[in-house]
């Protein structure tokens, strides 16, 4: 897969070369690209924003520099993914979606936004999402683009070693949040781990695990059970 970030902090993404996904990288399964919009600017001040149109707090960012460093970067089979909190919530089955994907290129804006005709003009050229991680507000695009990013690129073959820890994980499969986990010591600071797990039966510790995967969806997100 190749992954492009058009962003005006490329540093937000240095992490990106380390662990899973730095790996991926040096693999060759990841083809990952950030740049810098200011590159994109052909003033003194490389301005990427300006006042909104109609009065308002805040700036917006220009559509020029957004043209030119998509029209370079953007290829037909492209997803133009533009994370916003006006956007349509980030779930685990979008990232199964993305990660079938050839082409991600995330637009990552600052301030109040990108200039509306960005998106409208795009739309007309390739698939474009709005993408909002939840309903709390962030800075900018940057982190949400990287919680998209590794949620996605997890799921590209050959990205996590063992293929078998993807199935059981909280919003995969049968939609519960994930069991409590324990290792060794069986006794750490007088807490005990719990008998069921050291007793070698296998069905009981299935029924056990499922049991607090109800009690947990309960708990922390009865939302999950009402589905
Ligand atoms: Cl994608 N962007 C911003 N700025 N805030 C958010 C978000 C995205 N998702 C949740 N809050």
């Keep these: 897969m190749r992954v492009d ?3 005006i902090f490329p540093a937000f993404f240095d992490v990106l070369d380390v662990s899973l996904i730095g790996k991926a990288r040096d693999r060759g399964i990841l083809e990952l ?3 810098d919009l200011r590159d994109w600017t052909h003033d003194r001040h490389r301005t990427v924003d300006d006042t909104p149109y109609g009065g308002g707090a805040g700036m917006v960012m220009k559509p020029e520099p957004w043209g030119e460093v998509l029209d370079e970067i953007l290829t037909d089979d492209a997803v133009l993914i533009v994370p916003s909190p006006a956007g349509e919530r980030f779930s685990q089955p979008l990232a199964r979606e993305l990660a079938e994907e050839q082409h991600l290129v995330f637009a990552c804006g600052r301030y109040e936004g990108i200039d509306q005709r960005v998106v409208d003009y795009y739309s007309g050229r390739v698939r474009v999402r709005l993408v909002s991680l939840g309903d709390y507000v962030l800075n900018g695009g940057e982190v949400a683009a990287m919680a998209v990013i590794e949620a996605v690129s997890r799921l590209i073959p050959g990205v996590v070693g063992n293929p078998d820890s993807l199935v059981e994980e909280s919003h995969e499969g049968d939609g519960l949040l994930e069991y409590p986990s324990y290792t060794k010591p069986a006794f750490w600071r007088d807490l005990a ?18 049991d607090q995967q109800l009690e947990r969806t309960r708990a922390h997100r009865p939302d999950l059970l009402a589905e």
């Design 5 to 7: 970030i058009v962003t």
């Design 193 to 210: 781990v719990p008998e069921i797990l050291l007793s070698g039966n296998h069905a009981a510790i299935a029924a056990w695990r499922h």
């Design 33 to 35: 690209n950030v740049h």
